[in-house]
């Protein structure tokens, strides 16, 4: 008896496209997962938000497509940046700075008192560096040794550097140091009529090492893992007590020579500059997909962050009927949904 071969039936198209439905639809679940984990999700967020309110600005407003505009969003903000770059390293081990702010007048009032006293900048800066970052080291140390709570160390320090301005002096303290006039003044041309300034070059100095501090070294894995569980840090033989000191002095160091970078963009010092500036920071990083409780971030998605920030303020300002007090309100708004976000999100990963 003779078997019969049927012959084999192919999709129109041929076994490729037959075949290309699941693999088209395996891609869009990859996608998905992607934007829905609270690893990815927020920042690509966020970057969708940034271009939006780019283009809706660049069609409601005339010459706002430029590429000075956009670079204005980096000159304006670079203390800020390097600001928020400090607070991403304290936030991503699930702690908090409120002293950056008052750090960053502070660094600027010791500028322009000891530049005024006829001091270098050569001797200055690094002092102040060392000074900022000194004071991160025993926040760290009170958070560790002593089991404070981070909010509460930080808000003590915010305290001291603040009351510490007023020791100084009461009223503003202008400078005249030609070195610190003459980086205040210039411009790198960049071609087109566009340009920067000095301070957007040493903002991205700070983020590129940042950037590859947090993903090249075994302490930026440990701070990761902090943030991730602290427990399970320890029990894997991992740094934890040094990096959580370390953080705050990483936080102290950026919030010094952002004091630095503002003394260049006002050539002053004063006692109350800087005031909210910590909130600032914190909503830059939360906004750019950091974790309030820790563990998942990324310093870029923080340096996004602050460039949402700065293109509201320029929106607000190229309307000109808006008091720039709005601009508080859409970040506070904004703020609000990106922690309603992240609780989705890692209410969903659970």
Not at 42 to 57: C, M, N, Q, S, Y
Not at 292 to 315: D, H, N
Request: proline content about 4%; hydrophobic content about 55%.
């Amino acid at each position: 008896m003779t078997a019969t071969l049927e012959p084999t039936s192919v999709a129109p198209g041929g076994p490729d496209r037959q075949d290309g439905k699941p693999a088209v639809a395996a891609r869009l679940r990859s996608a998905l997962r992607v934007l829905i984990s609270p690893k990815y999700g927020p920042v690509l967020i966020t970057l969708a938000l940034f271009v939006l309110l780019f283009i809706v600005g660049g069609v409601r407003y005339t010459n706002f497509f430029s590429a000075q505009v956009l670079l204005n969003l980096f000159v304006d903000n670079a203390y800020l940046i390097v600001l928020a770059v400090g607070m991403t390293f304290v936030i991503l081990t699930g702690g908090i700075d409120l002293s950056v702010g008052a750090v960053v007048a502070l660094s600027g009032m010791i500028a322009a008192s000891l530049l005024q006293a006829g001091w270098g900048p050569e001797v200055v800066i690094p002092l102040i560096l060392v000074l900022t970052s000194v004071l991160g080291l025993l926040v760290g140390l009170m958070i560790h040794v002593f089991d404070v709570q981070p909010f509460i160390a930080t808000l003590a320090a915010m305290f001291l550097a603040r009351g510490l301005c007023y020791v100084i002096s009461q009223s503003s303290i202008s400078i005249t140091d030609p070195t610190f006039v003459q980086l205040a003044v210039t411009r790198i041309p960049l071609g087109g009529g566009a340009s920067i300034t000095p301070s957007v070059i040493i903002a991205v100095v700070v983020v590129a090492i940042a950037v590859w501090v947090l993903h090249r070294t075994r302490f930026g894995r440990t701070v990761y893992a902090l943030g991730g569980s602290e427990q399970s840090g320890m029990l894997m033989g991992l740094p934890v007590a040094r990096t959580k000191v370390l953080v705050y002095v990483v936080s102290g160091f950026c919030s010094g020579l952002a004091g630095v970078l503002f003394t260049f963009y006002t050539l002053s010092g004063y006692p109350l500059t800087a005031i909210g500036t910590e909130l600032d920071a914190i909503a830059a990083v939360v906004i750019g997909g950091t974790l309030l409780t820790g563990g998942y971030g990324f310093v870029l998605g923080s340096v996004l962050g602050v460039l949402v920030l700065g293109l509201i303020q320029t929106i607000i300002s190229f309307e000109g009927t808006l008091s720039s007090w709005w601009t508080k309100i859409f970040i506070g708004a904004l703020l609000l949904v990106f922690i309603i976000l992240q609780r989705v999100l890692t209410t969903r990963r659970r």
